[in-house]
């Protein structure tokens, strides 16, 4: 793969990721504090971390071997 | 619950580790490479469970499960957040993978040395690891110290615990280096994550009515523990202090970090990924869910960190399922100590006493083989008299493991992506670093409310920055080592 295209799906899926990261840091403390049910913090938290894991598995797909 | 029991189940698990390491011996070769590595020719699956049973110690059904049960749903984004750090592996790791076969890397540490051309960077580094690695090592001890006398209501003592925990941590490393290490580790993730889910769904479905109302009664309780701050125990100052030094576990830890150097190739490092962001997820919502069970089934306890064994010991888990879930912690526990010892015994080998040669020769292989056994068992007596010595101290410096192994985060950055960082940077960030950890820990003092992690990585971040600015980094290496992955990231479409 060219390098700028490299470098344009490390700028992606860093941003994706850490946008996803501060999102784990803010949402449950300001949007969730007042929802004490499995659908709050407890459901947010496991979508977030779904959501990381499905990204990083993503971008082991583009890796081949020599 | 009878002694009787829990001596034959920890016999059956000595004899199943056994001899798994023992099998692990039969396939090994010679050479230093061979011993902490396991020949660079791990496959994908051995080194997932390897890597999750390494990372993943007593802390997660004893420590997190008490965080639930005292702090509430907090604890279940602390360690997720800790798994979401787990895709700078998805970066680092090929990295890490294509230097270490090119160069001969066999500790993280002795990479950084190389890099920026400077052996005290390795040496401090190492340094600092063994300060704050042991001391984990040793309250890992501990907990199975105190696993065995609290679930035989005292009657196995706390040193026969720990005598066990560290005799089998020691076999397991020597009988075959990283390959029995990681076989081992392989049982014992399989123990760990099935043992786990079987007690859970039990307790779950027999005594709590299912999830729905699990749920429901949760959202019933006192204090709110399905919303932060909850409870109370983790204010955003909490959550964020305890989070942010773990998002970087996978690249400051060096027993995990060495791991990216095992796999046999990219296919393998790709199942490794997902087999350990897998068990992960699944082993932390198990930790947490238990925690909750305690709360629900057993409240009222004064100290948190009994919510499992007390569980456990209680009405409502049977003997068998127990004495199995005991065995799974201890694995965990065991798990991790051994892997620390190697990790640590190779960086004792490699960048304490420096012996450093590309082509190592036969004599000059069996010498340095010869002195990681020895370090082995110096580290693990170490641990040892730490563990039965129950000191105030072992306890606060393992808590700043996390934070004190932060300190070679911005080096490792650098390494990989900043050609301008320089020696002077680096070793003086690790430094620096390292003293504002132990400082912040030791006096308990946060400024403006916030914990040691967040300090110590300002503190190494700007150091490191900030000399690396007027210093003369190492042009010619930082070239060669960072231009030779690019030209292989671009080949093999690594992001």
Known sequence: ?????????????????????????????????????????????????????????????????N | MPTTYLYIAVILYIIAGSAVALMARR?????????????????????????????????????????????GVGALGFELVYL?????????????????????????????????QNQWIAFAASLSACVFLIPYLAVQLMGVGYLLSGLSGGEIPFFFGVVIAVVLAIAWALIAGMKSVTWTDSLQSLIM????????????????GGFAEFFGSLAALEGDVLSVPGPGFFSFKTFLGLSLPWFFFSISNPQVSQRLFIPRDLKAMKTMIKGFLIFG??????????????????????????????????????????????????????????????????????????????????????????????????????????????????????????????????????????KKATAAGSLSSIIFGSLTALYLQFSGWRPLGHWAGVWTLIVTAAVFVGVSFFTQAPADKAEEFIGYLNRECKERNII
């Open chain 1, 1 to 65: 793969m060219e390098n700028d295209k490299l470098k344009k799906l490390r700028y992606i899926y860093l941003i994706l990721i850490s946008l996803l990261v501060i999102s784990a840091f803010a949402v449950p403390y300001t949007l969730l504090t007042s929802i004490n049910l499995f659908y709050g913090a407890f459901l947010f938290w496991s979508l977030f971390a779904a959501a990381v894991i499905f990204l990083t598995i993503k971008i082991t797909t583009y890796w081949r071997n």
């Open chain 2, 27 to 71: 396939e090994m070769n010679e050479g230093i490479v061979e011993y902490f590595l396991s020949g660079r020719n791990t496959g994908g699956f051995v080194a997932a469970l390897s890597y999750s049973a390494t990372t993943y110690s007593a802390f997660m059904m004893i420590g997190l499960a008490g965080f639930t049960y005292s702090g």
């Open chain 2, 84 to 116: 979401s750090g787990l895709s700078l592996v998805a970066f680092f790791g090929p990295r890490f993978w294509l230097i270490g076969k090119k160069n001969n890397y066999v500790s993280p540490y002795e990479m950084l040395g190389d890099r920026y």
């Open chain 2, 193 to 208: 994550i099935v043992v786990s889910i079987i007690i859970l769904f039990y307790v779950i479905y027999q005594h709590l």
């Open chain 2, 281 to 418: 997820f699944i082993y932390t919502m198990v930790s947490v869910i238990w925690g909750f069970s305690a709360r629900l089934l057993i409240p009222g306890l004064s100290n948190a960190d009994l919510a499992t064994p007390e569980l456990l010991a209680s009405e409502y888990v049977p003997t068998v399922l127990a004495l199995v879930a005991m065995i799974g912690i201890t694995a965990a526990a065991i798990s991790t100590i051994d892997s620390i010892m190697l990790t640590l015994s190779s960086l004792v080998v490699r960048d304490i006493f420096k012996n450093m040669e590309d082509n190592l020769d036969r004599d000059q292989n069996l010498r340095q083989l010869r002195t990681a056994k020895i370090a082995i068992l110096l580290i693990a007596l170490l641990g040892f008299f730490f563990a039965i010595q129950e000191l105030d101290l072992i306890a606060t410096l393992s808590v700043a493991a996390s934070v004190g192994l932060l300190v070679v985060v911005p080096s490792m950055f650098g390494a990989f992506f900043w």
